[in-house]
């Protein structure tokens, strides 16, 4: 069976300006995703992450990622960028058998 990653690297496809112009994140730049643990999920519904439930993933991506994606950041990552962010958080949550069967080992 697969064993779930501790962390995962996604790099931004798109620079992360906002509607003055002013880019937050740079495309290109590179984020740290840790796997949430508990306390990371204080206040969350967990069915919201695996569901990629926008305010859900915004809620849990500045605890878990480095450098953070603070919300005047989150708010402004293109709709690519938060597609990568939300589906790996989402992926942090299945169980290793989900995994396994979703994405079989060859």
Do not use: H, W
Not at 34 to 62: F, K, S, T
Not at 69 to 93: R, Y
Request: aromatic share 4%; net charge negative; proline share 7%.
């Amino acid at each position: 069976m697969t064993n779930a990653k501790k962390s995962v690297t996604i790099t931004l496809d798109e620079d992360a300006v906002t509607e003055s112009g002013q880019v937050l994140m740079p495309k290109g730049t590179q984020i740290l995703l840790r796997r949430p643990l508990g306390g990371a999920l204080r206040g969350v519904n967990i069915g919201g992450l695996v569901r990629m439930d926008y305010d859900q993933v915004a809620l849990v991506a500045p605890r878990v990622s480095t450098p953070p994606l603070l919300p005047d950041i989150f708010e402004v990552l293109s709709t690519s960028d938060v597609t990568q962010v939300a589906g790996e958080l989402a992926n942090f949550c299945l169980t290793n058998a989900a995994r396994e069967a979703l994405f079989p080992s060859t």
